[in-house]
């Protein structure tokens, strides 16, 4: 009797199993086929040149085209629906007012927590714009003259000369006059003649007399001219770049100009992350503006979208040879949406195929990203 309660028991769980597996398979095929029947809001935004709009007003760029043909592969319907920001666009996919969000966006792990994403199709970094008109500008000089660095090379120097200044007076105060007359009047004149042989204009009737005054002389010739030349060949360097290229030579640099960003953006988490100050603005277009005017030295955004507005906006701004925060830009989904793995083969089919490398090639020059 046990052993027959047991298999019974046995026999139910599997039927229970089998008709739970089943149900699933069924719901996921029913969802599937709803998707491909039923017509699909895909959600895009002014991205150029992943996503924009002809004279015509239909949606184009990179973004847009391999959407396309990854939805007549699929036989998938579908209408764009416009968005003003990429927060917007995530936040009407989590929503549920789009199926999809095909754009430039980027993937982050906070994004992550509140739509699903494909697999990358775009492998980018953030990109730095600066103001070209380095010759008419002599405020990167001005800053690099202000600057911490400059301060402290100069602070170097005076301190060496007071150093030859005060051993100076210490081996002459008592055997020669011209370093006599008191404490005040000995060290200064020590001093001042350690800032003349600095600069190759020793006075002749201030001179060291002792042994050890004039192999301390000798020293500090020796190691003025040095110095001045380390510093002359350093500072020269320093605000010839400054001067040719701007503040932004470097990611350290941003911490130390007036950096410009898009609000809600990728590069807005990387600048926390990297506790450099932003100030934001609401487009791109915005940013560029902001640059011209000077309220900003610096604008940070997507490097491919940068090299776009300048190259075919004719908007006066350099692209720097700064790059960070390397970027991925993906198709937004809901979470529980079917399409994710079907989207996903055929991403990876197209990335691989010659006419991927043909659509970059058309939109940025480049058959590689």
């Given at each position: 009797?046990?052993?027959?309660?047991?298999s019974a028991?046995i026999?139910?769980?599997l039927?229970l199993t089998l008709v739970?597996?089943?149900?699933?398979l069924?719901q996921a095929?029913?969802l599937e086929?709803?998707?491909?029947n039923?017509?699909?809001?895909?959600?895009?935004?002014?991205a150029?040149p992943?996503a924009m709009?002809d004279?015509?007003g239909?949606w184009?760029g990179i973004?847009?085209?391999?959407?396309r043909?990854i939805?007549?592969?699929l036989g998938?319907?579908?209408r764009?629906?416009?968005a003003?920001?990429?927060?917007?666009?995530?936040?009407?996919?989590?929503a549920?007012?789009?199926?999809v969000?095909?754009?430039?966006?980027?993937v982050t792990?906070?994004?992550?927590?509140?739509v699903?994403?494909t697999?990358?199709y775009?492998?980018?970094?953030?990109g730095?714009?600066?103001?070209?008109?380095r010759?008419a500008s002599w405020?990167?000089?001005?800053?690099s003259i202000?600057?911490y660095s400059?301060m402290?090379?100069?602070?170097?120097?005076?301190?060496?000369?007071?150093?030859a200044?005060?051993?100076?007076?210490?081996?002459?105060?008592?055997n020669?006059?011209g370093?006599?007359g008191?404490?005040v009047?000995?060290?200064?004149?020590?001093?001042?003649w350690?800032?003349?042989a600095?600069?190759?204009?020793?006075?002749?009737?201030?001179?060291?007399?002792t042994l050890a005054?004039?192999?301390?002389?000798?020293?500090?010739?020796?190691?003025s001219v040095?110095?001045?030349?380390?510093?002359t060949?350093g500072?020269?360097?320093?605000?010839?770049?400054?001067?040719?290229?701007?503040?932004v030579?470097?990611?350290?640099?941003?911490s130390?100009v007036?950096?410009?960003i898009?609000k809600?953006?990728?590069t807005e988490?990387?600048?926390s992350r990297?506790?450099v100050?932003?100030r934001?603005v609401?487009?791109p277009?915005?940013g560029?503006?902001?640059?011209?005017k000077?309220?900003?030295?610096a604008?940070?955004y997507d490097?491919?979208i940068l090299?776009?507005?300048?190259?075919?906006?004719?908007?006066s701004?350099?692209l720097?040879?700064?790059r960070?925060?390397?970027?991925d830009?993906?198709?937004?989904?809901r979470?529980d949406?079917?399409?994710?793995?079907?989207l996903?083969?055929?991403?990876?089919e197209a990335?691989?195929?010659d006419w991927?490398?043909?659509?970059?090639?058309?939109?940025?020059?480049?058959?590689?990203?």
């Amino acid at each position: 009797m046990k052993r027959y309660l047991r298999s019974a028991s046995i026999a139910v769980i599997l039927v229970l199993t089998l008709v739970l597996v089943l149900s699933t398979l069924l719901q996921a095929a029913a969802l599937e086929g709803e998707a491909q029947n039923r017509e699909l809001v895909v959600g895009t935004k002014e991205a150029p040149p992943f996503a924009m709009k002809d004279k015509n007003g239909n949606w184009e760029g990179i973004s847009i085209e391999l959407w396309r043909r990854i939805a007549g592969k699929l036989g998938l319907q579908y209408r764009f629906a416009e968005a003003a920001s990429v927060p917007s666009l995530l936040d009407g996919v989590r929503a549920g007012d789009f199926d999809v969000a095909v754009a430039a966006i980027t993937v982050t792990p906070a994004r992550e927590q509140q739509v699903d994403f494909t697999t990358p199709y775009f492998h980018t970094g953030t990109g730095v714009a600066v103001e070209p008109d380095r010759i008419a500008s002599w405020m990167p000089v001005v800053r690099s003259i202000t600057s911490y660095s400059f301060m402290q090379a100069i602070g170097a120097l005076l301190g060496l000369a007071l150093l030859a200044g005060v051993l100076i007076w210490l081996f002459e105060r008592r055997n020669n006059e011209g370093f006599g007359g008191g404490v005040v009047r000995g060290l200064s004149s020590g001093v001042f003649w350690s800032a003349n042989a600095m600069t190759q204009r020793v006075d002749a009737s201030i001179i060291p007399v002792t042994l050890a005054g004039r192999i301390i002389a000798v020293i500090w010739m020796v190691v003025s001219v040095i110095a001045i030349a380390v510093f002359t060949a350093g500072i020269t360097s320093t605000l010839t770049t400054k001067r040719l290229h701007g503040m932004v030579n470097s990611v350290g640099d941003l911490s130390a100009v007036r950096v410009g960003i898009v609000k809600g953006t990728a590069t807005e988490d990387a600048l926390s992350r990297m506790r450099v100050k932003y100030r934001t603005v609401a487009s791109p277009k915005e940013g560029f503006e902001a640059l011209r005017k000077g309220t900003i030295d610096a604008f940070a955004y997507d490097r491919p979208i940068l090299a776009w507005m300048i190259r075919q906006g004719g908007l006066s701004a350099d692209l720097s040879e700064v790059r960070f925060e390397p970027q991925d830009y993906a198709i937004a989904l809901r979470s529980d949406s079917p399409l994710r793995k079907e989207l996903n083969v055929e991403l990876l089919e197209a990335e691989q195929s010659d006419w991927w490398k043909d659509v970059l090639f058309r939109y940025l020059g480049q058959t590689t990203n």
